[in-house]
């Protein structure tokens, strides 16, 4: 029985030992956590920049606030750098810059209502559609282009303005061969050579085609529409890992409704 005893207290001064220096090994570790704390106080961890590529003329999407870039994209994709934990930075830039910017990697992204194509497909990665658009043609009220069609009738010879590089310049100089399309840097400048009579029509996208109408007057939209798209967001061939990042956040601000929300702020 003594014996028992004896083998029980052993026992337990063992335990309490490792009790102990666990204790003792514990402690440095809180002192360090606690000297750490208070060399950075209430500093917050820098996160890591993700680049963004736009151009900035194609209201609501994006377009210049005082110096502040805004709009359907700019929004979105604050919401998805805030998911993906890092801070966005929007460079704006020429639209037919922006495939090149992304593959050359001066840029994580490019977002500018872009248009999924076949052809683009070859060059860049696109993620899943976040948004649809609409190629609209933009005439003077009282024009003698009153249908698409009236475009490609036989001995046409209307002049379309198109934004350089866009789907509506593309599309464009196919249909009507490039001598009747003539390219712009930005919508802004299609419809300013719409209002001075340099071109006949302007193609582009109906969302900026309806802000550029608002700010232009005697301009109107036809009815029937060019052509339907997709928009997304591009990134580099290279580039796989971000494009899932990107596509989980789209999912994830889609089925949040995020996204739904953000549209119906900036389209009525
Ligand atoms: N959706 C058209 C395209 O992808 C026009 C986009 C123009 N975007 C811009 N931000 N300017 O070609």
């Given at each position: 029985?003594?014996?028992?005893?004896?083998?029980?207290?052993?026992?337990?001064?063992?335990t309490?030992?490792?009790?102990?220096v666990?204790?003792?090994?514990?402690?440095?570790?809180?002192?360090?956590e606690?000297?750490?704390?208070?060399?950075?106080?209430?500093?917050?961890?820098?996160?890591?920049?993700?680049?963004?590529?736009?151009?900035?003329?194609f209201?609501?999407?994006?377009?210049?606030?005082?110096d502040?870039?805004?709009?359907?994209?700019?929004?979105?994709?604050?919401?998805?750098?805030?998911?993906?934990?890092?801070?966005?930075?929007?460079?704006?830039?020429?639209?037919?810059?922006?495939?090149?910017?992304?593959?050359?990697?001066?840029?994580?992204?490019g977002m500018?209502?872009?248009t999924?194509?076949e052809?683009?497909?070859?060059?860049?990665d696109?993620?899943?559609?976040?948004?649809?658009g609409?190629?609209?043609?933009?005439?003077?009220?009282?024009?003698?282009?009153?249908?698409?069609?009236?475009?490609?009738?036989?001995?046409?010879?209307?002049?379309?303005?198109?934004?350089?590089?866009?789907?509506?310049?593309?599309?464009?100089?196919?249909?009507?061969?490039?001598?009747?399309?003539?390219?712009?840097?930005?919508?802004?400048?299609?419809?300013?050579?719409?209002?001075?009579?340099?071109?006949d029509?302007?193609?582009?996208?109906?969302?900026?085609?309806k802000?550029?109408?608002?700010?232009?007057?005697?301009?109107m939209?036809?009815?029937?529409?060019?052509?339907?798209?997709?928009?997304?967001?591009?990134?580099?061939?290279?580039?796989?890992?971000?494009?899932?990042?990107?596509?989980?956040?789209?999912?994830?601000?889609?089925?949040?409704?995020?996204?739904?929300?953000?549209?119906?702020?900036?389209?009525?």
């Amino acid at each position: 029985m003594k014996k028992f005893l004896a083998l029980v207290l052993a026992l337990a001064m063992v335990t309490m030992s490792f009790a102990l220096v666990s204790c003792n090994e514990a402690e440095p570790e809180t002192n360090d956590e606690v000297v750490e704390n208070n060399e950075t106080p209430e500093v917050p961890e820098e996160k890591p920049v993700i680049k963004m590529a736009t151009n900035a003329y194609f209201q609501p999407y994006e377009y210049y606030e005082g110096d502040k870039i805004v709009g359907i994209d700019a929004e979105i994709a604050a919401l998805i750098a805030e998911y993906l934990g890092m801070t966005l930075e929007i460079q704006d830039m020429e639209f037919d810059t922006i495939i090149t910017a992304v593959k050359e990697g001066a840029v994580d992204f490019g977002m500018a209502g872009m248009t999924v194509t076949e052809d683009r497909l070859l060059e860049i990665d696109f993620t899943n559609s976040y948004a649809t658009g609409v190629q609209s043609v933009i005439v003077p009220v009282g024009s003698p282009i009153t249908t698409v069609d009236d475009l490609f009738a036989e001995g046409a010879t209307y002049k379309a303005g198109v934004q350089l590089g866009t789907t509506g310049d593309i599309y464009a100089s196919g249909d009507l061969g490039s001598d009747r399309v003539i390219q712009y840097n930005n919508g802004n400048n299609a419809v300013l050579a719409l209002v001075g009579g340099s071109v006949d029509c302007v193609i582009i996208d109906n969302e900026p085609a309806k802000a550029l109408v608002a700010a232009n007057e005697g301009l109107m939209i036809l009815d029937t529409s060019y052509a339907d798209e997709d928009y997304a967001i591009c990134v580099s061939k290279e580039n796989t890992e971000l494009l899932d990042k990107l596509n989980e956040a789209i999912l994830a601000l889609t089925e949040n409704g995020k996204i739904a929300e953000i549209v119906a702020k900036y389209i009525k």
